[in-house]
């Protein structure tokens, strides 16, 4: 059986699901984290031997995707504020290690992922992205305004983005984020001389940008034309839905790919979306998501990855 630990708004894990269903394939989905509540499960754990059952079905390939520690509720009047907060800081932590052993107990297995790793850390991206060979762009993380200074001088067009992944604010009833911004030197010059830290980079001129996905070895790049929408022009996250961008199928040069792979195996990573920028004359990239979003380059391209995640976790192995 297939072990999914999903959440319940993941479309990406829905539609590898469908595929799994049309081979005839067995699985168990758990969304957001909740293996507890809804489901029986035992792990096995001996000499040279790991079994994981979930429901007294053995779990043979298990993937991971975007899910997360479940919320642990404790109504009870008696109990004070502390104690109602250490308690369950315990007991999500507990969870969170439960959820860790569910992928030590998939060694051995056909696994993707796992919560260990599956976690952006932007700065180490980088730094490991420039050992393996690939081009970065000149970055600086800082609090300090006088250094910010020397490097918009040093680099001219400088943007902004957020140290980690950026995160969903809900006003009302909207929904608002941070993205990628140009940074201009009269701006800073009005910042306080100590500022909270952030993440400068040299603005890249792009011709147009790729996002890559890469399922173990083999990887899927799509070409994204954000450039012809001033709107998307620095960062295409800002999707405009009366004038999308175009994405079309894209080959990177075996050496680039080559980079990646080993940027992959040096993060411990057998999957991720990779954001690089086509320039004049190079591949530059930005950063990878160990559980970025893939859908939206899979449809346009025909790439069918939802059909080869599942082919994966199946067990399913192609012969050309």
């Known amino acids: ?162 140290i980690a992944n950026a995160y969903p604010h809900y006003i009302d009833n909207g929904i608002y984020s941070t993205y990628t911004s140009k940074v201009d030197i009269d701006d800073i010059e009005k910042y306080p001389d100590k500022l909270f830290p952030a993440l400068f980079q040299k603005r890249i001129e792009k011709k147009f940008e790729i996002r890559s996905f890469i399922i173990k070895d083999k990887i899927y790049s799509a070409a994204i034309f954000s450039q012809q929408n001033e709107e998307t022009s620095i960062d295409f996250r800002k999707y405009s839905s009366s004038k999308p961008n175009r994405i079309v199928p894209f080959k990177l040069p075996p050496k680039v790919e080559k980079s990646l792979l080993r940027l992959m195996e040096k993060l411990r990573l057998d999957t991720g979306s990779i954001d690089l920028i086509r320039t004049e004359n190079d591949f530059v990239f930005l950063e990878v998501n160990p559980v970025g979003q893939f859908g939206w380059i899979s449809t346009p391209c025909n790439f069918h990855i939802e059909k080869r995640i599942a082919e994966y976790l199946i067990g399913y192995e192609e012969k050309s």
């Open 1 to 162: 059986m297939i072990l999914i630990y999903s959440n319940d708004i993941e479309f990406a894990t829905t539609k590898t699901v469908e595929w799994i269903n049309y081979y005839g394939s067995k699985y168990t989905r758990i969304n957001n984290g909740d293996i507890v509540n809804n489901n029986h499960f035992s792990f096995l754990i001996g000499k040279n031997k790991r079994k994981l059952t979930v429901n007294n079905i053995e779990v043979n390939s298990y993937w991971y995707r975007r899910s997360m520690i479940p919320d642990v509720v404790i109504n009870d009047a008696n109990w004070n504020t502390s104690l109602t907060f250490s308690v369950k800081s315990h007991l999500r932590s507990e969870l969170s290690a439960l959820n860790n052993g569910l992928s030590a107990c998939s060694k051995g297995k056909i696994s993707l992922s796992n919560p260990l790793t599956a976690k952006s850390d932007k700065v180490s991206d980088l730094v490991e992205a420039s050992i393996v060979g690939l081009t970065i762009p000149p970055t600086i993380i800082t609090n300090d305004k006088f250094e910010l200074l020397k490097f918009v001088k040093r680099h001219k067009d400088i943007i902004v983005k957020n």
